[in-house]
């Protein structure tokens, strides 16, 4: 087997995903710690303490407790190296998750045991069933009070669409939690209320076992060989190739942030998940085994470090292995660049990598050339496809209230809007700025980013608007004389393309009608 074909069997490259509040980002913590990459977990959600959690390093995250943007970690647990992506929950940010959803192999979606499934998780799920993408599911929370096992996996069932198989199982929950019966394994773990060491384990030989009695009670280790017998009536057998087809999702109980359940899970993961894929480009089918360079940025960011102005292209290494210095083309520009100081990363620590695999994601430093889905490639003309803009569905004009500082406001704007957040467009009529976003807290955001980092103050001015559609049509005059007629409506995006400002459903359904040779699209692939 050459080096990188080991290598890529070795990667495990996975988002975190879930409503907000469900304990994501504190799963992805503990997973750190198993990995050695932090020593002690930070409290997400206490603010007294300074050490707030890996993952939330912008300003703004640390302030509110909730996660915006993507943030991407990579460490060895034993013999693989695994990239987590822990992805923003909030729905306002959904766009950012969804393009992060085209960067990974598999997905591991966390579900709060007393709320159960929630809207935005079903959103997530649609994305992952559109891509086959394989998901385990980790049940969380269960030192709280919640809902009944079996009600929480024929919930999953009918509202992800997908069927579940579990792996482990809870002995009681809430106050009552002894623990969790590992059935991929056949072991017993006892839960001890501790946030800072893993609790200890029982090693039986099966369920039958006396030793399970002595460490739960006889009635609760009953109760245990009652459900489980029902798991093996109810459930099929679990099948690796059913699971990687996205066919089943394997389901795990704990609790994260006592650190309780997540070595079993991080266990069977990295034994079952996927090793980087092919992925599909407009030409063929690329396959990580290549010997030759491909990638493309899924998300760009600003101010990484806020002492540097700086933009960071990540990039998902697709096949062959990247080098840096090595030359590599940029196919929308077709230059060839070279990156001297490409990073990996630990949160907002970063390293210099002289060398990446399939599967690994790169820093590279951006001053302005790259926009998300460029493909970059050791000479090949590739395109890869499917990182969508969707529609923004609220719309505010941005107005500089400091003019002395309208060059940081415009710079801003432009690295920002980079990132893919937001979109900007330019009202033809009037010149003014439009800021198109799909929820109200990216508004705060940008305006607290471009106060914070590029020093520049704006307001905001309410706009009323339903939809922008971009528009096209073979037909020339046809074009003409929608613009004439609409020109009050029309703006363009930073593509300089035409985009049609539609204020309400019904002026949407009536310009579709008069118009019939005009195409409308409502996301900018296309």
């Not at 060398?355 to 090949?380: H, M, Q, R, W």
Request: glycine share 6%; hydrophobic share 40%; charged share 25%.
């Amino acid at each position: 087997m050459s080096q990188l074909t080991d290598e890529i069997n070795r990667r495990r490259t996975f988002a975190i995903i879930s409503h907000p509040d469900a304990g994501k980002t504190t799963l992805t913590e503990k997973l750190l710690l198993f990995g050695g990459a932090i020593h002690i977990a930070g409290a997400v959600k206490s603010n007294k303490i300074k050490k707030t959690a890996t993952s939330d390093w912008m300003e703004i995250e640390k302030q509110r407790g909730i996660s915006v943007a993507t943030s991407v970690m990579g460490f060895n647990y034993g013999d693989y190296k695994i990239n987590i992506l822990d992805t923003p929950g909030h729905q306002d940010f959904a766009e950012d998750t969804y393009r992060t959803l085209t960067a990974v192999d598999s997905v591991i979606i966390v579900v709060d045991v007393a709320k159960g499934v929630e809207q935005q998780t079903r959103k997530l799920m649609e994305v992952c069933r559109m891509r086959n993408t394989p998901v385990i599911i980790f049940v969380n929370k269960l030192d709280r009070e919640g809902r009944d096992p079996f009600e929480i996996l024929d919930e999953l069932e009918a509202e992800l669409k997908i069927n579940v198989r579990p792996l482990s199982w809870p002995i009681n929950i809430g106050a009552k939690f002894k623990g969790v019966y590992n059935i991929y394994e056949n072991s017993l773990d006892l839960f001890t209320p501790n946030k800072q060491k893993v609790s200890e384990r029982v090693e039986i030989d099966d369920v039958n076992d006396s030793r399970i009695d002595d460490a739960v009670g006889t009635q609760d280790a009953e109760k245990l060989r009652e459900d489980l017998e029902l798991i093996e009536g109810v459930y099929p057998e679990f099948d690796t190739a059913d699971y990687l087809s996205g066919q089943v999702a394997p389901v795990f109980f704990g609790s994260a942030l006592n650190t309780f359940g997540v070595k079993e899970l991080l266990d069977c993961f990295v034994q079952i998940a996927p090793t980087p894929r092919p992925v599909q480009a407009e030409e063929r089918k690329i396959d990580p085994t290549e010997e030759n360079f491909s990638g493309f940025v899924f998300k760009i960011h600003a101010n990484m470090d806020p002492n540097h102005r700086s933009c960071i292209a990540f990039v998902k290494v697709c096949s062959g292995k990247f080098e840096r210095n090595a030359p590599y083309k940029h196919v929308r520009s077709g230059k060839v660049m070279k990156f001297a100081a490409p990073t990996a990363f630990m949160a907002q620590k970063k390293n210099i990598v002289d060398e990446a695999y399939p599967g690994d994601i790169v820093g590279i430093p951006d001053t302005g050339n790259f926009k998300i889905g460029d493909t970059l490639t050791s000479g090949e003309q590739l395109h890869f496809k499917g990182l969508p803009s969707f529609s923004p569905e609220m719309f505010k004009y941005i107005e500089n209230t400091d003019p002395m500082k309208s060059k940081q406001l415009e710079k801003g704007i432009q690295q920002l809007m980079d990132e893919g957040v937001a979109q900007l467009f330019t009202n033809q009529f009037n010149g003014r700025k439009i800021i198109g976003t799909v929820g109200q807290l990216q508004f705060e955001v940008i305006q607290y980013r471009l106060l914070h980092e590029y020093g520049a103050q704006c307001r905001w001015e309410p706009l009323s608007m339903f939809k922008a559609c971009w528009i096209e049509s073979d037909d020339a005059e046809a074009l003409a004389a929608f613009k004439k007629r609409k020109h009050q409506f029309m703006a363009t995006d930073r593509e300089g393309r035409d985009v049609f400002m539609a204020d309400s459903n019904y002026v949407l359904q009536m310009a579709q009608a008069d118009f019939p040779k005009i195409r409308f699209h409502f996301s900018s692939e296309f």
